[in-house]
């Protein structure tokens, strides 16, 4: 699943390769996740200019003139890839085509990829937005443990089970940790740990994809992966599951109960 880093990099470079064109063509393959009908979908974007692209949480936000904006999330297997043919591309969602004859398209092999025509607006904070202090009020406050937390939308936006694994490892936190119970110096070395590995993740996303969407890229991961056996220290790399989700960790990670 893309996650904050990649979807960043998404949105910029979708703003820098389409940003000012009118979308002539929106194709929608399938309409059965969408909010409204594929017709009023079509009549509210076509014809319209891509303002600019950002990122909500895990959505990717298409703001077009008139006020109207499209919402991408791509679930666990959508992806976005560039428009190089005449036929629709295998397990297309919809396709975006633009003044040029430049595009691109949403796929899923899954159909789970969800489109929405002007979301409404979510006050849970992002992961790169949250203040050191509302972020240690929040773990102040939850007894789940620490990667539930920082994995659930309803309560900081953007993160997955691949970061929220490289998060924890960089700040030293076992991911079997109470929240609450973590103390408030490694509370704060979490919090600085989350923008650290969220925004290394995006420089060396944006440097790997250029001006391309080639999609999720993990190659740098130092302990999400069934292929990496050893940390960056030496240590082994255990996993189990939290909450039906695989994860990585090391003993060497401090447990707070």
Do not use: W
Not at 2 to 7: F, K, R, S, V
Not at 86 to 109: C, K, S, T, V, Y
Request: net charge positive.
């Amino acid at each position: 699943m893309a996650e904050l880093p990649d979807l960043t990099v998404f949105a910029k470079i979708l703003e820098r390769r389409y940003k000012g064109k009118t979308l002539e063509t929106l194709d929608v393959s399938v309409a059965k996740k969408i909010n409204v009908p594929a017709k009023a979908l079509k009549a509210a974007v076509e014809g319209k200019v891509l303002l600019h692209v950002k990122r909500e949480g895990k959505t990717l936000q298409l703001h077009f003139s008139g006020n109207e904006v499209l919402g991408l999330h791509l679930m666990l297997r959508g992806e976005l890839i560039e428009i190089d043919q005449d036929e629709p591309p295998r397990f297309q969602i919809m396709g975006f085509h633009f003044e040029g004859g430049e595009g691109f398209a949403l796929i899923d092999m899954q159909k789970q990829a969800t489109p929405t025509l002007n979301p409404e607006p979510v006050s849970v904070p992002d992961a790169l937005e949250i203040s050191e202090k509302d972020f240690l009020l929040l773990l102040s406050k939850k007894r789940s443990l620490i990667k539930t937390v920082l994995m659930d939308q309803k309560l900081i936006r953007g993160i997955g089970n691949s970061y929220s694994d490289e998060i924890l490892y960089h700040s030293g936190i076992s991911p079997f940790s109470v929240a609450k119970a973590i103390p408030e110096k490694s509370g704060k070395k979490l919090f600085n740990s989350m923008s650290g590995v969220l925004n290394t993740a995006i420089e060396k996303i944006g440097k790997e994809n250029g001006s391309e969407l080639k999609g999720e890229l993990i190659d740098f991961m130092k302990i999400h992966g069934a292929k990496i056996k050893k940390g960056p220290k030496g240590e082994e790399i255990l996993s189990e599951k939290i909450a039906g989700r695989k994860t990585y960790y090391t003993k060497a990670q401090e447990l707070f109960l």
